[in-house]
């Protein structure tokens, strides 16, 4: 009777399913919640490239632009924190940080040494960006924030956060229907 027992494999595949199930079901949410994702990154990049087509032209009402953004997104991932903002530049090649004379050679501005003020606030401006759309012929950088809680809770095993960030960000140029405001760069003297 006990060989028999020992010799009886009828419950063997039910133990097996029991040991790999939580791994398989691992796997599969872990795998959904990528693809789910992927998608939302997909949504939030096709709703900021067309709200900048939309943005170019004059007048466009940056609000109600905004609200699609959020609305396209939140079709996706309902309770989704969504923060767009805009900078603006007088042109694409000045997309970088204000210009200064390095004076004690150490690679990074320090107060007190020379610059070049590009968008005439009279401070070192490691983005010299300006807050808002902007005007005629302007370059603005769209960039939009988007946060949302993970749906399954897979991610808290393996030690990441259940809490998603996803970013989209494009540049683009404001239709010429006016003459362009162009501060002039200013160079500031050393104190």
Same mark, same amino acid.
């Given at each position: 009777?006990?060989?028999?027992?020992?010799?009886?494999?009828?419950?063997?595949?039910?133990?097996?399913?029991? *040991?790999?199930?939580?791994?398989?079901? +691992?796997?599969?949410? +872990?795998?959904?919640?990528?693809? @789910?994702? /992927? @998608?939302?990154? &997909?949504?939030?990049?096709?709703?900021?490239?067309?709200?900048?087509?939309?943005?170019?032209?004059?007048?466009?009402?940056?609000?109600?632009?905004?609200?699609r953004v959020i609305a396209a997104v939140r079709q996706v991932a309902g309770k989704a924190t969504v923060t767009p903002s805009r900078l603006?530049?007088?042109?694409? $090649?000045?997309?970088?940080?204000?210009? =200064?004379?390095?004076?004690? +050679?150490?690679?990074?501005?320090?107060?007190?040494?020379? =610059?070049?003020? *590009?968008?005439?606030?009279?401070?070192?401006?490691?983005?010299? +960006?300006?807050?808002?759309?902007?005007? /005629? $012929?302007?370059?603005?950088? @769209?960039?939009?924030? &988007?946060?949302?809680?993970?749906? =399954?809770?897979?991610?808290?095993?393996?030690?990441?956060?259940?809490?998603?960030?996803?970013?989209?960000?494009?540049?683009?140029?404001?239709?010429? @229907?006016?003459?362009?405001?162009?501060? /002039?760069?200013?160079? *500031? $003297?050393?104190?």
């Amino acid at each position: 009777m006990k060989q028999a027992l020992e010799q009886d494999e009828s419950g063997a595949t039910l133990v097996e399913f029991a *040991i790999l199930l939580p791994v398989l079901l +691992g796997l599969l949410m +872990g795998l959904m919640d990528l693809c @789910y994702q /992927a @998608y939302v990154q &997909a949504v939030l990049e096709g709703a900021v490239q067309k709200a900048a087509r939309d943005a170019t032209i004059e007048a466009a009402n940056t609000t109600t632009i905004d609200d699609r953004v959020i609305a396209a997104v939140r079709q996706v991932a309902g309770k989704a924190t969504v923060t767009p903002s805009r900078l603006f530049y007088a042109s694409f $090649s000045v997309i970088k940080p204000e210009d =200064f004379i390095d004076g004690n +050679g150490n690679g990074r501005y320090d107060p007190g040494e020379c =610059f070049t003020d *590009i968008n005439g606030n009279g401070q070192w401006d490691m983005d010299p +960006g300006r807050a808002g759309q902007g005007g /005629a $012929s302007d370059v603005t950088v @769209y960039k939009v924030r &988007a946060s949302y809680t993970r749906i =399954f809770p897979v991610a808290r095993l393996i030690g990441l956060s259940n809490n998603v960030v996803l970013t989209a960000a494009t540049r683009f140029k404001n239709q010429p @229907y006016a003459t362009q405001s162009i501060p /002039a760069p200013q160079q *500031i $003297s050393c104190q």
